[in-house]
């Protein structure tokens, strides 16, 4: 059974960092694609990022370029946000997400929340301004 458990969320003033961890089991991730999701309250769930667990390759919304960094430890099955420069708009809960095979499909898909075939519970990230 997969598993997937987010951990490091908190309260942090606007300009601040928090570092975000999936810790995944339950099966061999090697051509999956991970992901970090996002939802505000009355919000719509957005994406944030992505990697490829076999090459590493990642992706960015652009609306966290240049400040998060995705990145994965495959020794340790885990995969992290580190979330620099956080602004308030950036408050949310936090999802980790698995796309199982997700190294064969197009990157437009992999932008969906659809397309993602597990889920951790979520981390709640708040921002003070």
């Known amino acids: 059974q997969v598993q997937l458990v987010e951990s490091g969320g908190g309260l942090v003033q606007a300009g601040g960092s928090l570092r975000l961890s999936c810790q995944a089991s339950?099966?061999?991730?090697?051509?999956?694609?991970m992901g970090w999701f996002r939802q505000a309250p009355g919000k719509e769930r957005e994406f944030v990022a992505r990697?490829?667990?076999?090459?590493?390759?990642?992706y960015y919304a652009d609306s966290v370029k240049g400040r998060f960094t995705i990145s994965r430890d495959n020794a340790k099955n885990t995969m992290y946000l580190q979330m620099n420069s956080l602004k308030p708009d950036d408050a949310a809960v936090y999802f980790c997400?698995?796309?199982?095979?997700?190294?064969?499909?197009?990157?437009?898909?992999?932008?969906?929340?659809?397309?993602?075939?597990?889920w951790g519970q979520g981390t709640q990230v708040t921002v003070s301004s």
């Open positions: 997400a698995c796309a199982a095979a997700g190294g064969g499909s197009p990157s437009y898909i992999l932008l969906k929340g659809n397309r993602y075939n597990y």
């Open positions: 339950g099966r061999t991730f090697s051509n999956d694609v």
């Open positions: 990697i490829t667990w076999n090459d590493g390759m990642t």
